[in-house]
């Protein structure tokens, strides 16, 4: 690229936001970069599926961002972003404005909280407060039912978040056996659809469907979710009795995308094309969940899509810079180890093939390294 420094801000701190600026200060290592993000930490949500059973404590999972910034170069803001005025040239926080040249987008997503008695359901991927509370009332049942389920963004069906809630399921299940407990719950999975997991692929959904069989979990499937109660889960053909709720609901952009001018989809995230711009705009691209992205209908929203896409539109930022055509398209695909405390189901799909591998510690091990090795940038 050109000896010129412009000034890219980068929004979120999490997966696509910390990719992208990695391969940014490659790339470019007289760019002014800015952070803005609540906090100077990452949550690795991956691994929030172990703090219930208590694999992994809450504060594990919360890694300053402190070496990350010095290391990379970044300016960095504490701010939670509110709105975008001139074509998102200004980026409006509850800190004050900020100005830019180009700006990548990478806030995430939120949760659809719409659903009646939603507060009677605990979210695993709220964060590590939720996931400890989901823990301590593991802790304080000696028996009795608990009821697990996921939905969708009714706007834009991609918009959802199975795989924790597949691996909250059997890690829950496993632990139950090994505290000698299992006889004395029932163990309920419930979903709309009636073949819950289908972005899988359909290997994935008739191994997970069989696992659950194996281990004694009931299904419930095919009907419409009513809402929720202190005594269950109602749906369109009755109700689940249900002592505990765990439910993953579906996704939707932040709140302020309402007003910022920018193009929306259907489902309330923000509109890119196949080089992760947004269309109509300058200087503005987006990555993970906040976007909605061309591709096949079962493109993901994982970590693993993320990086994808922030590698990709990091590469076509800097050619715009140069004045340059975009030419880097993020791969549709999906790596998925769905967990379950001791082993593991690895899960692949991409556009001409996908495939399930059955349950294996190795997995589980594999998945363990994983975090581990991606950690290791934030502790010194």
């Known amino acids: 690229m050109s000896n010129s420094s412009p000034h890219t801000v980068i929004l979120g701190a999490g997966f696509a936001a910390l990719t992208a600026a990695r391969e940014l200060r490659l790339r470019a290592p007289l760019m002014r970069i ?31 961002l ?79 039912h608990i009821a697990f389920g996921f939905g969708g963004n009714p706007k834009e069906p991609s918009a959802m978040r199975g795989g924790p809630m597949f691996e909250l ?12 407990k299992r006889e004395n719950f029932t163990l309920t999975f419930f979903n709309a659809a009636a073949e819950p997991g289908k972005r899988l692929g359909e290997k994935a959904v008739k191994g997970l469907l069989a696992e659950m069989k194996r281990r004694g979990i009931h299904t419930h499937l095919g009907h419409k979710i009513g809402g929720f109660t202190a005594k269950g889960v109602e749906t369109e053909n009755g109700a689940i009795p249900a002592d505990l709720i765990l439910f993953m609901p579906g996704l939707t952009g932040p709140a302020w995308l309402e007003n910022s001018g920018l193009p929306l989809s259907s489902g309330g995230f923000i509109k890119a094309d196949e080089f992760c711009r947004v269309p109509g705009t300058v200087g503005l691209y987006v990555a993970g969940d906040i976007g909605s992205f061309p591709g096949p ?42 967990d379950s405390v001791d082993s593991g189901i690895l899960v692949y799909r991409d556009e001409k093939r996908a495939w399930l591998l059955p349950s294996s510690r190795i997995f589980h091990w594999a998945k363990r390294f994983f975090e581990r090795h991606y950690l290791r940038m934030f502790r010194k």
């Open 297 to 338: 209908d079962w493109l993901p929203k994982q970590a693993h899509m993320a990086d994808l896409q922030a590698k990709a539109a990091a590469k076509n930022l800097l050619l715009e810079i140069d004045g340059k055509p975009p030419v880097a398209r993020p791969k549709a695909e999906l790596i998925c180890i769905v």
């Open 169 to 180: 399921l059997f890690g829950v299940e496993t632990w139950l056996r090994q505290q000698g």
């Open 66 to 144: 402190e070496h990350f910034i010095a290391d990379h170069k970044l300016d960095f803001l504490a701010a939670s972003v509110t709105g975008l005025q001139n074509g998102g040239r200004t980026v409006i926080t509850d800190h004050g404005e900020i100005t830019n040249d180009y700006l990548l987008i990478a806030t995430g997503g939120r949760f659809l909280k719409g659903m009646p008695g939603i507060e009677h359901a605990l979210t695993l991927c709220e964060g590590v407060a939720a996931a400890e509370d989901i823990g301590k009332r593991l802790r304080k049942m000696d028996g009795g």
């Open 34 to 64: 800015t952070m803005i993000a609540p906090k100077p930490e990452f949550v690795y949500l991956p691994s929030l599926i172990w703090v219930p059973t208590g694999i992994r404590k809450g504060s594990d999972l919360i890694l300053s």
